[in-house]
């Protein structure tokens, strides 16, 4: 019963805790708003144009292939660690998820999603 009673004396000590730190943020905020405080800042220089750039479709294409690779190797990772203990089965598996991003591969290169300039 004491831990309980102690548990819950930590428990409301932390929202009230929680609860006094968000409101001494919307007291203590400094809320004199003037046009130098609204302006966009960036590094000292000031902006001279719009910041919003419009980037090329393929640089996309490039990021999800990489990151299909990218996280092709993080799963073979614990594979490779453990090849000894796995047993045939699991070469198997592993070689047939290879097999499978290795046909992504070729059906990018397929499509012509590789190729930069046209």
């Given amino acids: 019963m004491k831990e309980f009673i102690c548990l819950s ?3 409301l000590l932390s929202a009230l805790f929680a609860i006094a730190m968000v ?7 400094y809320s004199k708003k003037s046009p130098v405080k ?3 800042y960036e590094c000292g220089i000031k902006t001279v144009e719009d910041a919003r750039i419009q980037f090329d479709i393929r640089y996309f294409n490039y990021a999800v292939l990489f990151l299909i690779f990218d996280i092709e190797t ?4 614990p594979f490779a660690v453990f090849v000894n203990e796995l047993g ?5 598996e592993a070689f047939i998820f290879a097999a499978l991003l ?9 499509k012509k999603i590789l ?3 046209e």
């Fill in 23 to 29: 409101i001494a943020g919307f007291v203590c905020q």
């Fill in 115 to 117: 190729r930069w300039g």
């Fill in 38 to 40: 609204s302006a966009i």
């Fill in 102 to 110: 290795l046909f992504g591969l070729y059906f990018a290169v397929d």
């Fill in 88 to 92: 045939l089965f699991a070469i198997i």
């Fill in 9 to 11: 004396v930590f428990i």
């Fill in 74 to 77: 993080i799963f073979l990772y």
